[in-house]
């Protein structure tokens, strides 16, 4: 797919963001199965929960688990974009994001291939950038774990629901992203995606407050393993 008209041009190379990726009606479907997902195949943490899908990243390989059928279709939607270039999707991470929740800065990591693509579905949010330090700080905690390290918001976008958002190159790299922790989102000028948005908006607008939303990561971990592995 040629993904020119898909550019975000105001920051860092690369991003893509499709608005409606997915109909509203996939969207339906997407949260219904997520809403029937047993409660104990959630992983709660204190700012949301999360589901992994396809198995769980570990440095030591991820021993592969088959996608159900209902989220495969999603995934094989994205891996016929060439999103992944040579590689394919073999992994999704669902959040659930309820208001007034969000997430630390942080980058993906080397576990994952360098690029991230997300299915926004439910409501909107809004993604914060920060320039990555290479501080001795981070390096103890870890490039792919959050930082609580405050740290300048260089640009936004705005994640609307049923969109796609693909972040890859120095994005992936060097900076950080992060959602607020909060009821509400004003709309600034340091968004740099309003003109691929599917809605209009003006700078100064409250968007509504936040309902809840669930985003599929979906991504390629090139070190899997179908051998059971002993962890330490």
């Given at each position: ?21 997915i109909t509203s009606e996939e ?135 049923r969109s796609l958002l693909i ?6 790299s060097d900076y950080l992203h ?55």
């Open positions: 797919m040629d993904f020119t008209g898909f550019e975000v041009r105001k920051c860092p190379p690369t991003v893509m963001y499709i608005p409606n990726f969207e339906q479907r997407i949260l219904s199965h997520i809403e029937r997902t047993p409660k104990p195949r959630w992983t709660q943490l204190l700012n949301r929960r999360l589901v992994n899908y396809g198995g769980v990243p570990h440095p030591n390989g991820m021993i592969a688990e088959e996608i159900p059928e209902w989220l495969q279709i999603y995934v094989d939607k994205v891996n016929n974009l060439g999103v992944f270039e040579s590689q394919n999707a073999n992994h999704v991470l669902v959040n659930e994001y309820l208001p007034g929740q969000g997430i630390l800065p942080h980058t993906d990591g080397p576990l994952f291939h360098p690029i991230i693509s997300t299915i926004s579905t439910g409501a909107h949010t809004v993604l914060e950038f920060a320039k990555r330090e290479d501080t001795a700080a981070e390096a103890e905690a870890g490039a792919d774990q959050p930082s609580e390290m405050p740290r300048e918001v260089r640009f936004k976008l705005l994640l609307e629901p972040l890859k190159d120095t994005l992936y992060a959602i607020s922790e909060t009821s509400e989102d004003v709309l600034c000028d340091r968004i740099c995606n309003y003109d691929l948005c599917e809605n209009t908006y003006k700078i100064g607008d409250h968007l509504v407050r936040r309902s809840p939303r669930i985003s599929l990561t979906i991504r390629n971990v090139p070190k899997t393993s179908k051998m059971k592995l002993k962890f330490c």
